[in-house]
C-alpha cells in the first residue's frame, strides 16, 4: 500500500488540491484511493454518496474538505501546540480520528492512501513525537510518499501575509516590520519546515517542488498526482480555484481595518473588497510593490542559508531559479493607490450599509499620503 502525504507548504494550491479530492472522493474510492474521512460529517457524507443517496454540495463542509487539516490541528492541540481553531466544528477526539483512518484502510482496502493539509508543515514545532505519532497510523509496510511544495520568499510572504489578513489579524505592513515576524519560523525558514520530516521518516520518498514549476506543470492537482505515480480514474469531477485572495491593492485597507474595526464590521469590509475590486481599477495584484527595496534586499540576504539548504537536499541549484527577483520591487508601490482605492470605495458607500465602515472610510480619505507614506494603525 502507497501513502502519499501533501505537508504544504501555505498558499500553493493545497485547498485547490483538498476540494477535488473530497469532490471525487467516492469515485476515487472505488478505484482504490483513499481520501480518508476524520469526522462523523465526513463520513456520513461519504457514505451517502457512495449509497446514491445524495450528491456532495457545491460547498462541501469544512470538516468533510479538509479532513486533514482537522486532524493536523487536533494533533498540534494534543502536542500542546496550540487550539483546533474555531471553524473546525465538533471534532472528535484524536484516538477517534486515528481509529476512523485505520479502520477505513481495513475495510475498503485500498492501493493507496492520500492525506493532504498544509497544516503538517507546522508538525516541525513538534518535532519527530508528532511526526511519528502520525506515521503510526499507517501499516509498517506501507511505501510513503511526502510531498512538499514552496514558493519564492517573496511571493510566498507576500501571499501568506494576505491570507493572514483575510483571518482578520491585526498584522503590522510588510514594507515596515511586519516581514521581521516571519524570519524565524516555517514562513520564512523552509529548513525549519521540512528537516524534522526528513530525519524523522528517512525511508520515505521526498518530492520537494517549486511551485513555480507546478503551475507550469498544470497546477496543483495535476501535478500532484503527477509526483505521487498515481493514475486517476475517467469521469472525474473537474479541479476548480479554490481559497481566492485578497487584492495587493486593499491590503492596506484591510489591514487598517482589522485594527481599526470590531471584528464583525472588519470580516465585512474584507468581504466588501473582495466583491468590489473589480470596480476599484487595480493594476495586476502581481505588480504592487509591498515590501520596499530595503526590505527586498534584508529578504534576499537572510534567503541565502534557505536557498542553499534546498539546493543540498534536493540536488537541484539553485532550487528557485529566479531568486534574484527578490532584491527586484515590483512597479507600483502600494501607498501609490491606497488613496485613489480608498476615494473609489468611499464613491460607493452607500452601497456599505455599516455606519463605523462608512465613518472609517471617510477618516482614512481625509488623511494625507504619499507613495512612501506609512499610515498610522490608530485610524478609529
Given at each position: 500500500?502507497?501513502v502519499?502525504l501533501?505537508?504544504?507548504?501555505h498558499?500553493v494550491?493545497?485547498?485547490?488540491l483538498q476540494?477535488?479530492l473530497s469532490?471525487?472522493q467516492v469515485a476515487?474510492m472505488?478505484s482504490?484511493i483513499?481520501?480518508?474521512?476524520?469526522?462523523?460529517?465526513?463520513?456520513s457524507?461519504?457514505l451517502?454518496?457512495?449509497?446514491?443517496l445524495?450528491?456532495?454540495?457545491?460547498?462541501?463542509?469544512l470538516n468533510?474538505r479538509e479532513?486533514?487539516?482537522?486532524?493536523a490541528f487536533?494533533?498540534?492541540?494534543s502536542?500542546k501546540?496550540g487550539?483546533v481553531p474555531?471553524f473546525?466544528t465538533?471534532?472528535?477526539?484524536?484516538?477517534?480520528?486515528k481509529?476512523?483512518l485505520?479502520?477505513?484502510?481495513?475495510f475498503?482496502?485500498?492501493?493507496?492512501?492520500i492525506?493532504?493539509s498544509?497544516v503538517?508543515?507546522n508538525?516541525?514545532?513538534g518535532?519527530?513525537?508528532?511526526?511519528e505519532?502520525?506515521?503510526d497510523?499507517?501499516p509498517v509496510?506501507?511505501?510513503?510518499t511526502?510531498i512538499?511544495?514552496?514558493?519564492?520568499?517573496d511571493?510566498?510572504?507576500?501571499s501568506?501575509?494576505?491570507?493572514?489578513?483575510?483571518?482578520?489579524?491585526?498584522?503590522?505592513p510588510?514594507?515596515?516590520?511586519?516581514?521581521?515576524?516571519?524570519f524565524?519560523?516555517?514562513?520564512?525558514?523552509y529548513r525549519?519546515?521540512l528537516?524534522?520530516w526528513?530525519e524523522?521518516v528517512?525511508?520515505?520518498r521526498?518530492v520537494?517542488?517549486?511551485?513555480?514549476e507546478?503551475?507550469?506543470?498544470?497546477?496543483?492537482?495535476?501535478d500532484?498526482?503527477a509526483q505521487?505515480?498515481v493514475?486517476l480514474?475517467?469521469?472525474?469531477?473537474?479541479?476548480?480555484r479554490?481559497?481566492?485572495?485578497?487584492?495587493?491593492g486593499?491590503?492596506?485597507?484591510?489591514r487598517?481595518g482589522?485594527?481599526a474595526?470590531?471584528?464583525?464590521q472588519a470580516?465585512l469590509?474584507?468581504?466588501?473588497?473582495?466583491?468590489m475590486?473589480?470596480?476599484l481599477d487595480?493594476?495586476p495584484?502581481?505588480?504592487i510593490?509591498l515590501f520596499?527595496?530595503?526590505?527586498r534586499?534584508r529578504?534576499?540576504?537572510?534567503?541565502?542559508?534557505v536557498q542553499?539548504?534546498?539546493?543540498?537536499?534536493?540536488g537541484k541549484?539553485?532550487?528557485?531559479?529566479?531568486t534574484?527577483?527578490v532584491a527586484?520591487?515590483?512597479?507600483?508601490?502600494?501607498?501609490?493607490?491606497?488613496?485613489?482605492t480608498?476615494k473609489?470605495?468611499n464613491?460607493?458607500?452607500p452601497?456599505?450599509?455599516?455606519?463605523?465602515i462608512r465613518k472609517?472610510?471617510?477618516?482614512?480619505?481625509d488623511?494625507?499620503f504619499s507613495?512612501?507614506?506609512r499610515?498610522?494603525?490608530t485610524?478609529?
Amino acid at each position: 500500500m502507497k501513502v502519499i502525504l501533501f505537508i504544504g507548504h501555505h498558499k500553493v494550491g493545497s485547498t485547490a488540491l483538498q476540494d477535488f479530492l473530497s469532490r471525487n472522493q467516492v469515485a476515487l474510492m472505488k478505484s482504490g484511493i483513499l481520501y480518508p474521512s476524520t469526522d462523523f460529517q465526513g463520513m456520513s457524507l461519504a457514505l451517502g454518496t457512495a449509497a446514491g443517496l445524495c450528491e456532495p454540495p457545491k460547498d462541501i463542509p469544512l470538516n468533510a474538505r479538509e479532513p486533514h487539516n482537522a486532524l493536523a490541528f487536533r494533533m498540534l492541540s494534543s502536542h500542546k501546540l496550540g487550539k483546533v481553531p474555531p471553524f473546525h466544528t465538533d471534532l472528535p477526539g484524536l484516538p477517534q480520528m486515528k481509529q476512523a483512518l485505520q479502520q477505513q484502510i481495513q475495510f475498503l482496502k485500498p492501493h493507496t492512501v492520500i492525506l493532504a493539509s498544509e497544516v503538517f508543515s507546522n508538525f516541525a514545532r513538534g518535532g519527530a513525537p508528532i511526526i511519528e505519532d502520525l506515521i503510526d497510523v499507517f501499516p509498517v509496510q506501507a511505501e510513503i510518499t511526502i510531498i512538499a511544495t514552496l514558493r519564492r520568499i517573496d511571493e510566498y510572504l507576500a501571499s501568506w501575509h494576505g491570507q493572514r489578513l483575510k483571518f482578520g489579524h491585526e498584522l503590522s505592513p510588510l514594507r515596515q516590520d511586519g516581514i521581521d515576524e516571519y524570519f524565524d519560523g516555517i514562513h520564512f525558514d523552509y529548513r525549519d519546515m521540512l528537516q524534522c520530516w526528513l530525519e524523522t521518516v528517512p525511508e520515505a520518498r521526498f518530492v520537494i517542488r517549486d511551485y513555480a514549476e507546478v503551475r507550469a506543470n498544470g497546477g496543483s492537482v495535476t501535478d500532484f498526482f503527477a509526483q505521487a505515480g498515481v493514475d486517476l480514474p475517467p469521469d472525474l469531477v473537474s479541479e476548480r480555484r479554490s481559497n481566492r485572495s485578497l487584492h495587493r491593492g486593499v491590503y492596506e485597507i484591510a489591514r487598517l481595518g482589522n485594527r481599526a474595526l470590531p471584528p464583525p464590521q472588519a470580516q465585512l469590509l474584507r468581504e466588501t473588497l473582495r466583491r468590489m475590486t473589480p470596480e476599484l481599477d487595480l493594476p495586476p495584484s502581481h505588480d504592487i510593490e509591498l515590501f520596499g527595496a530595503e526590505n527586498r534586499a534584508r529578504l534576499q540576504e537572510r534567503f541565502v542559508h534557505v536557498q542553499d539548504y534546498l539546493a543540498e537536499i534536493t540536488g537541484k541549484a539553485p532550487f528557485f531559479a529566479n531568486t534574484d527577483a527578490v532584491a527586484t520591487p515590483c512597479p507600483v508601490p502600494e501607498m501609490e493607490i491606497f488613496p485613489k482605492t480608498v476615494k473609489t470605495m468611499n464613491a460607493r458607500m452607500p452601497r456599505l450599509g455599516i455606519p463605523k465602515i462608512r465613518k472609517f472610510l471617510r477618516e482614512l480619505e481625509d488623511q494625507e499620503f504619499s507613495p512612501t507614506a506609512r499610515t498610522q494603525d490608530t485610524t478609529t
